[in-house]
């Protein structure tokens, strides 16, 4: 590379990390899944990061956080919840604040039943290999 080159991908690279002013709360049964998302959060620069593997604790969070963003597994069950469950009763009480629902089913079905309960966005936790 030039070194004109490398300064604009520098200055791209600091804007990105400068820290994200937001409060994030991501509820996941799986650790790895809150260590490894935490982490790439992070290096995003959102800092603000609540994090459990329990839907109730969840709830319990939101309510007293007010998150700006939620990232929600949608087949995550405890108790009498589930993600569907969940996000239904979140969004009697706040139709604003953003709820990306993921998971590893890849039915339409599975995506639809979610942005109807109220999710804002949908993703699949799976990706080919080949991508990478």
Not at 5 to 22: L, N, S, T
Not at 90 to 96: A, E, G, P
Not at 98 to 117: D, G, M, N
């Amino acid at each position: 590379f030039a070194r004109s080159e490398i300064a604009p991908r520098q200055k791209a690279r600091a804007a990105r990390m400068e820290r994200v002013a937001m409060k994030l709360l991501v509820i996941d049964e799986h650790p790895i899944v809150l260590q490894g998302g935490r982490e790439l959060l992070r290096r995003a620069g959102i800092t603000d990061i609540l994090q459990t593997h329990d839907l109730a604790v969840g709830w319990r969070l939101y309510r007293s956080e007010s998150p700006d963003v939620m990232i929600v597994e949608l087949e995550m069950q405890t108790g009498a919840f589930d993600g569907l469950s969940f996000i239904h009763k979140l969004r009697l009480h706040d139709q604003q604040t953003p709820i990306l629902v993921y998971t590893s089913q890849k039915a339409p079905v599975i995506a639809s039943r979610a942005l109807e309960a109220g999710a804002t966005g949908y993703a699949l936790k799976t990706i080919p290999l080949m991508s990478f």
